[in-house]
């Protein structure tokens, strides 16, 4: 504890607001210097975040005074100070998520931001978080989460589940959301805080619509109803029933008296808000009705359909009056211009297309996307539209010319929906990695360009010399990378799919990597060259082990077996049978005489490698073997697992010694420290997490922007590796002293 902090504990509770609340006394007062120095003092940032009485979203406010007229009027108010303020302001805010849940967290996520500003009291006040922090802690060593200054504003996190849908209130302060959890939630823009939840449905909550009041909200979800919800009190004023299958979407006409639905009984309703009766059924469509939209004039409706097509009808006659044929997949969603004389429509084709809406002729398609793109939004000017798609990306367009003028990058799962703020400076997209965001049009691109994968990193690999680390990716590549810089210095190409696995040969000149192409690659870590290729397996390779003295490799693979392989002749050398389900991890004893194998039947296996013998089965895990790692004297090993937790194993008597509950999604990869005294797990609920092998506890976290898929410590016991769903590769260091 630093002396700042023993101080502020030992005083009393009053004496410890008055500090707090110091930096608005001195920006009322207009005290420009004190402001400052407050508002960049780790020391201070941290009590006003840990202390019951303000917190994260109190101290993100404090900075907004640098507008305060008496601010303003100091002769000692200072530009270049105020753009420091507002960096630190936005690291905070986009930490703010993690930091409502685990305020330990605030130095590490202030050092992976903000180490690459080069401004004198952000590299002071990351010092002092260094010094001061309770150890042990994981200090990134690069910046690579996401910084201030750049698109991305805010993360809303709340939701157990995927996010389907999102509207913003007539006055611009609140949103609402819907999500595959079967609730809706109201937050605060400002903040990011959720205000409300909503609980009724039973079932995926699909979509939502906001009355024209904004005192009323429309849901529709799975379990075939609507919801008229009451937003200040949550209350569930009105069910409406009649659909004979799940409800997709929901629209108001501009009276807010009459509410659309649209669902996968192939049909479209009109109904009465006020009486909850069903006026009209609109039938044409051939298969499900995923999206629905308003001419602005309120007299006609747009249908879009699994049926590939989009249909204008007339709401009063029922009419059909016009079917757009066009994409080769379903239609998601539709959007009119302003003017109510075009209309997008967005596809799983993994296009948009521009129409005219009084000819039926497609006028243009945008191309760019990589998967379905399942959500558009319009600017209020007309000029630019959005789009989200499934390759986890939202796309800004220019709508007359076609060319895509920007890509955000930051959801880990697809993108489910986009809306834009009132003043049409702001988008807020909901994404299956069950959160929203808020993301800045106006900012130019972000500060920083984060060098690494363009997929997410499966796996990452040392080398004996510990000065290098190597990585594969989704991207159908693997990465050589400088330790000590975090450098990218090779990139190898030659797996037509995804790279899986990797094994370094123990003299460090030769890598092997596994594919989801289901082979197996020899490559030359000096020269980048494909020295072999081991074919063999009938499925995708999941990992891969070399023997100690390096002249066999072991791969496990979604066949559900093991081979062993001669590394010199690239002869399969003998074939494992024994597990029902994938093979996805795999560790040697220290020896080289047993492997280990852990599958997605829930057991891991012990293997004489001489005989194929299997010798013992390991049974306790109520999810897949995802990961496996053995202790230095090979007597105990530990694994992680889809059930969330990682379990010790005496080896000889197959007993489970302890098990370590902490992480709250799937644990992907373990990896132990070199003194055998400590463990690391990655995991896709976006951690890292550090636990002490001879008691469970955990000791310490380390929050990313998306899933950890893979992790591994240095022979320095100290500098960990671990790759990031997002493509990028993290360097921390383990401070423990």
């Known amino acids: 504890m630093s002396s700042f902090a023993e101080k502020f504990a030992q005083l009393s509770l009053s004496d410890q607001r008055t500090i707090l609340i110091d930096s608005r006394v001195q920006a009322k007062i207009g005290k420009w210097k004190p402001f400052y120095k407050r508002l960049t003092d780790f020391n201070f940032i941290d009590a006003k975040i840990k202390h019951s009485d303000f917190g ?13 007229s008496e601010l303003l009027n100091n002769s000692e108010y200072n530009p270049e100070q105020v753009k420091t303020l507002k960096l630190i302001q936005g690291a905070l805010r986009l930490s703010a998520h993690i930091l409502v849940k685990d305020k330990m967290q605030l130095a590490g996520q202030l050092w992976g931001r903000m180490q690459h500003f080069a401004i004198p009291e952000i590299q002071a006040m990351l010092e002092v978080a260094k010094q001061q922090q309770v150890l042990p802690w994981l200090r990134p060593l690069t910046s690579n989460l996401v910084s201030p200054g750049g698109s991305l504003l805010l993360t809303f996190a709340g939701h157990s589940d995927g996010v389907t849908a999102v509207a913003i209130t007539p006055d611009g302060k609140r949103v609402i959301s819907a999500s595959d959890d079967n609730t809706l939630k109201l937050w605060n823009l400002e903040t990011g805080e959720c ?69 996968d009984d192939n049909t479209f309703k009109l109904w009465n808000l006020e009486t909850g009766q069903d006026e009209r059924t609109f039938k044409g469509h051939s298969d499900g009705v995923n999206a629905v939209a308003l001419i602005p004039d309120g007299k006609q409706v747009i ?32 959007a009119f211009t302003p003017d109510g004389k075009r209309v997008i429509s967005v596809s799983n084709d993994e296009t948009l297309k521009l129409w005219n809406l009084e000819t039926g002729e497609c006028e243009q398609t945008f191309h760019g996307h990589s998967d379905s793109v399942n959500a558009v939004a319009l600017t209020p000017n007309g000029k630019q539209v959005i789009s989200a798609s499934s390759d986890d990306t939202l796309k800004l367009w220019n709508l007359e010319t076609g060319e895509d003028e920007r890509t955000f990058h930051g959801h880990s799962n697809r993108v489910t929906a986009v809306v834009f703020t009132l003043d049409g400076k702001q988008v807020i997209s909901a994404s299956w990695d069950n959160t929203l965001k808020l993301w800045n049009l106006e900012t130019g691109k972000d500060e920083r360009i984060f060098h690494g994968h363009s997929d997410c990193v499966n796996v990452v690999a040392l080398t004996p010399d510990g000065k290098q680390v190597i990585s594969g990716s ?37 890598v092997i990597s596994g594919s989801h192409d289901k082979t197996l690659k020899l490559w030359n870590l000096e020269t980048g060259k494909d020295e072999r290729t081991f074919h063999g397996h009938r499925s995708w390779l999941a990992a891969v082990a070399l023997t100690p003295e390096g002249k066999q490799v072991i791969s496990g693979s979604f066949d559900k077996t093991l081979k062993l392989w001669n590394l010199e002749t690239g002869e399969n050398e003998r074939t494992f049978h024994g597990h029902s389900g994938s093979v996805t991890a795999l560790a040697l004893t220290p020896d080289g005489k047993q492997v280990i194998s852990g599958s997605s039947d829930k057991t891991l296996k012990l293997w004489n490698l001489e005989t194929g013998e299997d010798e013992r089965t390991f049974h306790g895990h109520s999810g897949w073997v995802r990961a496996v790692a053995l202790t230095l004297d090979g007597k105990r090993m ?100």
């Open 56 to 68: 994260v979203q109190s101290l993100i406010a404090d900075y907004d005074l640098i507008n305060d």
């Open 195 to 263: 205000e409300q939840t909503f609980h009724g449905h039973s079932d995926c909550v699909n979509a939502v619509a906001l009355t024209p009041n904004g005192k009323r909200v429309i849901s529709a979800s799975d379990d075939n109803t609507l919801k008229l919800w009451n937003l200040e009190i949550g209350q569930d004023e009105r069910t409406f029933k009649s659909h004979s299958n799940r409800v997709t979407t929901v629209a108001l006409t501009p009276d807010g008296k009459r509410v659309i639905s649209a669902s």
């Open 303 to 334: 249908s879009a359909s699994d049926d590939n097509t989009f249909k204008l009808w007339n709401l009063e006659t029922e009419q059909d009056e016009r079917t757009f044929k066009g994409h080769s997949d379903r239609v998601n969603a539709v």
């Open 474 to 510: 989704r991207d159908k590549t693997l990465k050589l990378w400088n330790l000590e810089t975090g450098e990218d210095e090779r990139t190898f190409h030659g797996h037509s799919s995804f790279v899986t696995a990797l094994a370094l040969t123990p003299d460090g000149k030769q």
């Open 638 to 737: 530990i694994s992680g697992s889809w059930d969330k937790t990682l379990k010790l194993w005496n080896l000889e008597t197959g007993e489970n010694e302890r098990t370590f509950h902490g992480h709250s999604g799937l644990v992907y990869a373990v990896a132990l420290t070199p003194d055998g005294k400590q463990v690391i797990s990655a995991s896709l609920d976006n951690t890292l997490k550090l636990w002490n092998l001879e008691t469970g506890e955990e000791i310490a976290t380390f929050t990313g922007e998306s899933a950890f898929l893979c992790c591994v410590v240095a022979a320095d016991g100290v500098t960990i590796v671990a790759g990031e769903f997002l493509g990028r590769v993290h360097f921390l260091r383990l401070e423990s002293r």
